[in-house]
T-cell receptor
Framework: GQQLNQSPQSMFIQEGEDVSMNCTSSSIFNTWLWYKQDPGEGPVLLIALYKAGELTSNGRLTAQFGITRKDSFLNISASIPSDVGIYFCAGLRGGADGLTFGKGTHLIIQP | NAGVTQTPKFQVLKTGQSMTLQCAQDMNHEYMSWYRQDPGMGLRLIHYSVGAGITDQGEVPNGYNVSRSTTEDFPLRLLSAAPSQTSVYFC????????????FGSGTRLTVV
């Protein structure tokens, strides 16, 4: 089955740095979702995007729905230790379709 | 609201055993789904339901059955467990169509020996 191309696979950053990750697809999605997953827990929704070109913020997080409907990015500003985890993008075509997930970006913050 | 509740959190099965993973949601969502998460693979859709009495297959349905007798509950049955079904299983629910409110449970970690 199709998966989204999510990059980078992992990021090693210093506390306080900004973070950027993105997802691309060969096909169109009508909804883009960004999740964070901590060890032993389920994915938690961070930001949902429903319209091409939409730019949405949630605190230090900002995400955009690409104009072509084939990509999305997530930025985290001024990273803090609790930002550590795995971030997943997911696309939804609509109707009864399930989510198509990227393979995740593992964020590691070095002291 | 409890959101999406999954039980059990951990389970070990012997090859050939059967079991049911439970999932319940209290958000009155029409859409419910089951995913499995394997290392390096992201999450993959097993089965989904758009309402009580209606279920359909996702990307990796073989070896699993589901039913939806109520809006709230969506159990996943392993008919004859195999080592290849060792995985972490997540149930999710949302409003139908737009993915609004797409919420995951905390998962069931299943090991088949």
């Amino acid at each position: 089955g199709q998966q989204l191309n999510q990059s980078p696979q992992s990021m090693f950053i210093q506390e306080g740095e900004d973070v950027s990750m993105n997802c691309t697809s060969s096909s169109i999605f009508n909804t883009w979702l960004w999740y964070k997953q901590d060890p032993g827990e389920g994915p938690v929704l961070l930001i949902a995007l429903y319209k091409a070109g939409e730019l949405t913020s949630n605190g230090r997080l900002t995400a955009q729905f690409g104009i072509t409907r084939k990509d999305s990015f997530l930025n985290i500003s001024a990273s803090i230790p609790s930002d550590v985890g795995i971030y997943f993008c997911a696309g939804l075509r609509g109707g009864a379709d399930g989510l198509t997930f990227g393979k995740g970006t593992h964020l590691i913050i070095q002291p | 609201n409890a959101g999406v509740t999954q039980t059990p959190k951990f389970q070990v099965l012997k090859t050939g055993q059967s079991m049911t993973l439970q999932c319940a949601q209290d958000m009155n969502h029409e859409y419910m789904s089951w995913y499995r998460q394997d290392p390096g693979m992201g999450l993959r859709l097993i089965h989904y339901s758009v309402g009580a009495g209606i279920t359909d297959q996702g990307e990796v349905p073989n070896g699993y059955n589901v039913s939806r007798s109520t809006t709230e509950d969506f159990p996943l049955r392993l008919l004859s467990a195999a080592p290849s079904q060792t995985s972490v299983y997540f149930c999710a629910s949302s409003y139908l169509g737009t993915g609004e409110g797409y919420t995951f449970g905390s998962g069931t970690r299943l090991t088949v020996v």
